[in-house]
C-alpha cells in the first residue's frame, strides 16, 4: 500500500500565528505523507519550512494559465511559491462559486501540467442519499474527471458526503467504505492504466475520535481534514493513527 495521506484543509482561517505554530509543531512519519493547505495568502511562507515533515498545497487554483483574471491564482504561480499540492472541486468551490465538472477537470489539467499533485474532490448531498443516488452522483463525477485521471502524475481522489462536512457528524466506516469501493471501481472504468497509483482519502468532520477507526480500513488511504486541522493536537493525532495504519 503506498503511504497514507493526511491533508490539512484550514478553509478561510488561521493567520500568521497559526502558521508559525505549524511550522514548530509538525513532526514527520516515514509512513505518512502530511500535506498543510492554508489560504493562498500563507502558502509562501508555510513552504520556506515545510522540509520534510510536510508538503504545501492550494485549496483552489485558476483553469487558465494566464491572463486578465483578476484574483486568480495560476497553477505555475502556486509552483512558483513552493506548494506541491491543489485541491480541485471542493464542494464548497462548487456551491458557492458554481464550479461545474468541466472547470474542476480544467483546473486539474492545469495543476497537473504545471507538476502539481491534486486531489479531486466529490461528494453527495443529503438530499442525493436520501433519494438513493448517492452512488450514481459520485459515479458521474468520477467519470467526469477521466480527461485528468488518464494524466501522468500523482492524483487523490477525496470523498467528502457533503451533508458531514463541518457538521460534526462523519460518514459511518461502512459508508465510507462502500464509496470507496465505488470511486476505486469507476477509476478502473475510465483510467485502468492509472487506477492502482490513484489515492482515495475519507473527508466529511474527520477528527482525532474517529481516525483510527477510518483507518482501520484499507480502502481508506488517507483523510482530508477541515476543523480539526486547526488544532495542532487534534492534527497530531490524526496522523498519529495513519501511521499506525500503515505500520
Known amino acids: 500500500m503506498a503511504k497514507r495521506l493526511v491533508i490539512a484543509n484550514w478553509k478561510m482561517n488561521g493567520d500568521l500565528a497559526l ?22 495568502i500563507y502558502v509562501a511562507a508555510l513552504s520556506d519550512a515545510s522540509s520534510a515533515a510536510f508538503s504545501t498545497g492550494l485549496q483552489n487554483v485558476s483553469q487558465f494559465a ?3 483574471h483578476t484574483g486568480d491564482v495560476s497553477a505555475s504561480m502556486a509552483l512558483d511559491v513552493g506548494a506541491s499540492w491543489v485541491l480541485v472541486g471542493h464542494s464548497e468551490r462548487r456551491a458557492e462559486h458554481g464550479e461545474s465538472d468541466g472547470m474542476v477537470l480544467a483546473k486539474g489539467e492545469q495543476a497537473l501540467s504545471a507538476g502539481l499533485s491534486v486531489v479531486i474532490c466529490v ?35 477525496a470523498y467528502e458526503p457533503i451533508w458531514a462536512i463541518g457538521s460534526g457528524i462523519s460518514a459511518s466506516s461502512e459508508q465510507a467504505v462502500a464509496m470507496h469501493k465505488v470511486i476505486r471501481e469507476t477509476v478502473r472504468e475510465v483510467a485502468p492504466a492509472q ?22 480500513h484499507p480502502e481508506i488511504e488517507g483523510v482530508l481534514v477541515g476543523g480539526a486541522s486547526l488544532d495542532k493536537a487534534q492534527f497530531a493525532a490524526i496522523i498519529r493513527a495513519a501511521s499506525a495504519a500503515a505500520s
Do not use: H, K, W
Open 66 to 68: 494566464a491572463g486578465a
Open 19 to 40: 502558521v508559525r505554530q505549524t511550522m514548530e509543531s509538525l513532526r514527520a512519519e516515514a509512513n505518512v505523507d502530511v500535506v498543510v493547505v492554508p489560504p493562498a
Open 195 to 216: 487506477a492502482d497509483e490513484v489515492r482515495i482519502l475519507y473527508g466529511g468532520s474527520v477528527n482525532a475520535e474517529n481516525a483510527a477507526g477510518l483507518f482501520e
Open 123 to 157: 461528494g453527495e448531498s443529503l438530499e442525493e442519499r436520501e433519494a438513493g443516488n448517492a452512488e450514481s452522483f459520485v459515479r458521474s463525477q468520477v467519470r467526469a474527471q477521466a480527461a485528468c485521471l488518464r494524466q501522468a502524475g500523482a492524483i487523490a481522489i
